[in-house]
């Protein structure tokens, strides 16, 4: 990984040893690192890249902003509303704004994710994990 300063590259390889454990109410197993956010002078998106242990989820929750998802690894039910999709390592993921949504790993290993979100919502809210 090298440190970039305000307006230049910055290059990261997402590494499950970096992540830390997510802490809020409903998570169970799920890890997150933020690859590149508000830290490393990003002024519009935050993308975070989550573990999730087998038997694992992050919370069903919603909020005001969307979500844009790549699947690394694993396979996981996805709730988004009232559906519950399985996915798979390769697949792309659109969470819309105000969704109920959730991951649980579906798998014998690890998921693993990359999400995308604004750095700030509500009009300049930053928004949490970013």
């Given amino acids: 990984m090298t440190q970039a300063a305000a307006g230049e590259l910055r290059v990261v390889r997402p590494d499950p040893a970096r992540t830390a454990p997510v802490s809020m109410d409903g998570v169970r197993g799920a890890r997150m690192e933020i690859l590149v956010g508000r830290e490393h002078g990003a002024p519009n998106f935050s993308m975070r890249h989550f573990v999730v242990e087998p038997g694992g989820h992050t919370p069903h929750h919603r909020h ?67």
Avoid at 87 to 95: C, I, K, P, T, W
Avoid at 104 to 129: E, H, I, M, Q, Y
Wanted: hydrophobic share 35%.
């Fill in 64 to 130: 005001a902003y969307e979500h844009e998802v790549v699947v690394l690894e694993g396979e996981a039910d996805v709730t988004c509303g009232e559906r519950v999709h399985r996915v798979r390592a390769g697949d792309v993921l659109y969470v819309p704004p105000d969704a109920m949504h959730q991951f649980r790993n579906a798998g014998a290993g690890a998921l693993r994710f990359l999400c995308l979100v604004p750095t700030s919502f509500d009009c300049g809210k930053p928004t949490p994990g970013s």
